[in-house]
């Protein structure tokens, strides 16, 4: 399939009915994770209940980045190893995976972009609130994209095959008439998230206040990154300067490192 054959020819607005709610369960347990009573007793009890959740956490507390004995972990200790924000990234990535079904190459490089940019998001936090703020909507900035390649896959992997990267919204606006940002703010207000967390998905691009514009830097770093440039485009720069103030170029070199440095935990959440 050409570009040039889909332009024009999907309405994605004709299919937003069909895109599935989020699993209650799951959520439950993001929202436990969310709380300030959150602990790892509580936590525990919820994900054995869910063997699925319960292998990822298991996997990923064995992997080399985290082993430092023989010793095989269970769930108990695998969280404590990894840690609830770990847990709360596990947790939230597969209540949309498994509602998305989508488990092509693409998907997979999406959904280590968003990981990528969720535990830098965490780390540069100042306080909880903040965090849960940041984490969610740097973890769903792509959010549109998901849906992208959940309703249309053949036309969005097109798209990214003939621009050798993931396409801009204008080019997503000519094929689908609306981008992966309108997108997944209204997909992410019909699944109930907050206000703020919807904000950051629709304006990760062009940024209207310090969360998102730390997410768009973010999200902008990580893809520099990705292509194997690992500095900002100075237009960029311009457009988060006035949210974040002069320490925005301290920020991009935070950045890199971070990305960097969890390239590992990354690979072992897949």
Known sequence: MTVESTKAQFCVEKRFDTIPTLDATRMRLFEVLQSDDADIERVERIISTDPAVTAKVIKLANSPFYRHA?????????LLTIGLDMVKCISLSMTVMDRLK?????????????YAAALIAISLSTNKAEKDRLFTGALLHDLGRMIFLFLAPEVYTALIDSEGCRPGEELERQTFSLSHTELGEAVARKWNFPGEIVGIIGSHHRPVNHDSALICLINHVICRCEMGIPEADPSYLCMVRPFLGDGYKDLVNTIVQRYKTNTVVIENLF
Request: proline letters at 0%; glycine letters at 4%; hydrophobic letters at 25%.
């Open 70 to 78: 023989q010793q095989h972990l269970g769930l108990h200790q695998s």
């Open 102 to 114: 989508c488990e092509t190459r693409y998907a997979r490089d999406l959904w280590a972009h968003s």
